[in-house]
């Protein structure tokens, strides 16, 4: 158990509707990673946070957009969901936003677009 | 910006047989790598985490080890419960990592 805690383990949807995916990062982690998976695809880095403020920004489409709050919780917002969505949604933590720092990862929410 | 290419992506060992899974990286400046082991379905669990060049860390079968170029993870023995897909890691400066597309390992008994 990594300590990273994300709801909801699996989520079916339909095409056109918007998803909220939440992270809890490890007790004491800072910053906050979004990463997306798809069939047969790597990791994709979506987007980064730290102590509440956006830090880094990979790939994540202008339908996305994510938030950390002040109790350092952070949600994944997906909206007009296309059936190429489908994927695995990891979140990700660490102490700090600094390279070196180790990445620990939840298990993930599945999301199934329909 | 950052690459990392493992290689080869699917390895299938039998039980016993050593190997050695490559990860090759091409960056502005090695902040360290990281050598994750990923079950289907799951998330990436934290295996090792390498700084400089000829760094080495163990763990049971496994064993990472850091050139200027590459890093190497020695699979000594290995069992079916080592069959996973590996995931090596560069980290930016701003801490997020970029993956490599992963080598899945297949233990056969």
């Known amino acids: 158990d990594s300590g990273v805690t994300q709801t909801p383990k699996h989520l079916i949807t339909a095409t056109g509707q918007r998803v909220t995916l939440r992270c809890s990062p490890r007790s004491g982690d800072l910053s906050v990673y979004w990463y997306q998976q798809s069939l047969d695809q790597g990791l994709q880095f979506l987007i980064q946070?730290?102590?509440?403020?956006?830090?880094a920004k990979g790939n994540i489409l202008e339908r996305f957009s994510a938030q950390q709050f002040p109790d350092l919780h952070s949600e994944l917002n997906l909206s007009s969901l296309e059936l190429g969505d489908s994927a695995l949604y990891f979140c990700?933590?660490?102490?700090?936003?600094?390279?070196?720092?180790?990445?620990?990862f939840g298990e993930g929410s599945w999301l199934t677009v329909v | 910006e950052d690459q990392v290419t493992q290689s080869p992506e699917a390895l299938r060992l039998q039980e016993g047989e050593s190997s050695s899974l490559n990860c090759s990286y091409t960056?502005?400046?090695?902040?360290?790598l990281f050598w994750y082991r990923q079950d289907p379905g799951k998330g990436p669990e934290f295996l090792f985490t390498l700084y400089s060049a000829g760094e080495e860390k163990e763990k049971e079968r496994l064993k990472a080890t850091l050139t200027k170029k590459e890093s190497f993870l020695h699979i000594t023995a290995p069992k079916p419960e080592d069959s996973a897909t590996y995931l090596c890691?560069?980290?930016?400066?701003?801490?997020?990592?970029?993956f490599g597309d992963g080598t899945t390992l297949t233990v056969k008994p």
């Open positions: 990700a933590s660490s102490v700090v936003a600094a390279s070196g720092n180790t990445i620990y």
């Open positions: 890691a560069v980290p930016t400066l701003e801490g997020k990592s970029t």
């Open positions: 960056v502005s400046g090695l902040r360290g």
């Open positions: 946070y730290y102590n509440g403020e956006e830090r």
